[in-house]
């Protein structure tokens, strides 16, 4: 406990100032959370940084039930159905891109036939990825083969 030379009260903390914007003062002076309370922050019991839960908070909203290890608070209907809606309805930012890409489509939709060149272009393409995933799978076929041999041949 220090006891604050402006004021007289005694306090957990106390500061002494010089200077007031630059300016040094005639002679420093004390200031305390009584007489200066805006200059110290809020004195903090440990206890006020409990963490509340949701049933505490917004009793209104939570029902006791009881199961057989004692009450549990229950969230009330418009609880959950906030909480679903939060989960599974789109947000306002996700309705607006996904507008944003209808329009995008809308206005680039092509709208006229493929030329033979480009329809070759698509064959071949489709022709590449089928490749692929057929390379791909007969690479995951002789690695599964490997596995069982090595398996096999442990046991
Ligand atoms: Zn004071």
Known sequence: MAICGTC?????????????NGQK????????PNCAPDHFERFQDPSEKKIW?????????????????GPIMMPSDSVL??????VCKPSG???????????????NRRTTPMSSDEVLMAINKAREIAFD????????????????????SVN
Do not use: N
């Open 8 to 20: 007289g009260s005694e306090a957990l903390k106390t500061r002494t100032i010089f200077e007031v």
């Open 93 to 107: 930012e996700e309705l607006q891109a996904g507008a944003a890409a209808i329009e995008e489509k809308r206005s």
């Open 25 to 32: 003062l005639p002679e420093p002076k004390d200031e305390c």
């Open 53 to 69: 839960m949701s049933w505490e908070k917004d009793a209104a909203h939570y029902r006791r039930e009881y199961d057989k290890d």
């Open 133 to 152: 995933i057929e390379a791909y799978h007969a690479q995951a076929e002789r690695e599964s083969r490997l596995a069982r041999e090595i398996s096999q």
């Open 81 to 86: 159905q906030d909480l679903q809606d939060s």
